[in-house]
């Protein structure tokens, strides 16, 4: 197996515009990294459950019914099938998100539309 080097988290958030890519692979799961300025649209994962980590600013996980918000440092996990929107708490929100590497995104109408 070859030798990585470690993955600098600051260097692979965004910067001014939302970015949402992999960092890492782990068995049949994936890693990304998100850098959120503005809210994300309503969708659902029908495939698999979705972990996010927040890592800076805070991030909020609104759903149909009820909302949670994030701090650095704190995880949450939206299981499948869950319609759901994420937010950055503040002006800025970088989390990490772990899902299945083959999980689909099926964008949904807003709750009440």
Known sequence: ?????????????????????????????????????????????????????????GLRIEFADHVVELAPGQLYTVPRGVPHRTAPVGARSVNLTFEHRDAGMVRVDPPGT
């Open 1 to 57: 197996m070859p030798v990585r080097e470690p993955i600098d988290l600051a260097a692979e958030a965004g910067s001014g515009t939302y970015d949402n890519h992999p960092v890492a692979e782990v068995n049949d799961h994936v890693v990304r990294i998100s850098t959120m300025f503005e809210p994300f649209y309503w969708h659902v994962h029908p495939d698999s459950d979705e972990s996010f980590l927040s890592i800076e600013g």
